[in-house]
């Protein structure tokens, strides 16, 4: 049985493909570590995860099976992971995401496009007045989408700084490495408790504002659901798309055939994304679920209270589903991955990540069509391991 610290020890990152190509083939539910009793489990190939990500009898909230999963006297820090949407199972998880699903559909998403693009066309006058040492994560990648959701929320973009930060320290802690999380996570209680005050006394036409009024005027929000809203929105808002944006460009530089291809014909756009989606999937595994009953997979009882979790790297790898699966091939058709999840809990800012995406890779590509990866600096993965991100991406204008 193979220990998270294992794998960290063997730099996963660099070798997790080679690494879940052998599992599938071989061992497609692999055992990660036991603790009082409880398996946690890995699976890898598609159909199993699409089964894990779908079928309720997964479950992702674990006070059903456990009775100190959660109490009263539990501090806001706790209390902000144990309310989140991520977390909820229906009825909850209904009644939360539909307070949000408005302002996240299609339709609403389409008319950021403007502003968008006019935050995307600063950067890259930024980056053009720079000219040398150009950093695309941090030049680029991580402000285009913190900028939007900060503005979308109605949270100052000055303090993106701070957001980055605590957001490092929140999906460092799901690896076990808590370094500075109470303290952090208490700064960014503190943090939302002044912004909130402040949009009591004068509401404003954005996300927070609106979620006020609701906890206010009804019974549909408390306090707890309320900052573990804010808290997700603000994280899963940039994290996913400073990776797909990062790792596709990271993807293109690779295939130098395939970014020329997308250089003359700027129209596959929306296709080199879900591509890049599916090859450097910016989410590694899916979020914890709980096995609520005893099931047989692969000759493996899954147990009561066991934790499950998929590979979305394997699965949109399984050359079972994808014709070539270890090609990055930008006119992929049919692209039927799952890197934005699927089920109840598919990713709310997907129509938002995928719009940031397309004006990245398009404006990006038209402002600087000889952009090419820095020889000198070698891309490394982060040590994260949910999200499969770049620290930095160091390119040549």
Request: glycine share 4%.
């Amino acid at each position: 049985m193979i220990s998270v610290q294992e794998v960290y020890e063997s730099n996963f990152k660099v070798g997790a493909y080679s690494f879940f190509e052998d599992l599938r083939k071989n061992q497609p539910i692999h055992a990660l570590s036991e603790q009082n009793g409880n398996t946690t489990w890995i699976v890898t190939q598609y159909e199993d995860v699409l089964k894990l990500l779908k079928q309720p009898s997964f479950i992702k909230d674990q006070s059903k099976l456990f009775s100190n999963a959660q109490s009263d006297d539990d501090p806001m820090e706790a209390k902000i992971f144990q309310n989140m949407m991520l977390d909820a199972d229906p009825p909850d998880h209904r009644r939360l995401r539909k307070l949000v699903q408005p302002h996240f559909n299609p339709k609403t998403i389409k008319q950021l496009e403007p502003r968008i693009q006019d935050i995307a066309d600063e950067l890259i006058f930024q980056m053009s007045e720079k000219r040398e040492d150009i950093d695309l994560i941090n030049d680029f990648a991580f402000p285009l989408p913190i900028i939007v959701i900060s503005e979308l929320l109605g949270v100052p973009i000055e303090d993106r700084d701070k957001f980055r930060q605590w957001s490092n320290t929140i999906v460092s802690a799901a690896d076990g490495e808590e370094g500075d999380f109470t303290r952090d996570i208490g700064e960014f209680i503190d943090y939302l408790k002044e912004l909130f005050a402040e949009r009591e006394r004068n509401p404003q036409e954005d996300l927070i504002s609106n979620l006020l009024q609701t906890r206010d005027e009804g019974d549909l929000l408390n306090d707890e659901e309320l900052y573990s809203m804010i808290v997700l929105l603000i994280i899963a808002g940039h994290e996913t798309t400073v990776n797909l944006i990062g790792n596709g460009m990271l993807a293109l530089f690779e295939h130098p055939d395939q970014l020329n291809l997308l250089k003359e014909d700027l129209s596959l756009t929306e296709q080199a994304i879900e591509e890049s989606l599916r090859y450097y999937s910016p989410v590694d595994f899916s979020t914890a679920r709980w096995a609520e009953d005893d099931l047989e997979l692969h000759d493996q009882t899954i147990k009561r209270g066991d934790l499950v979790l998929g590979s979305i790297s394997s699965a949109n790898r399984d050359d079972k589903q994808f014709h070539h699966a270890e090609v990055f091939d930008i006119q992929r058709k049919p692209n039927p991955h799952i890197a934005f999840g699927y089920g109840i809990h598919f990713c709310l800012g997907a129509p938002l990540a995928r719009l940031e995406a397309k004006i990245a890779f398009k404006s990006l590509l038209t402002a600087f069509p000889n952009i090419s990866l820095n020889q000198m600096s070698k891309p490394e993965w982060r040590q994260v391991f949910l999200l499969r991100g770049l620290n930095q991406l160091k390119v040549n204008l």
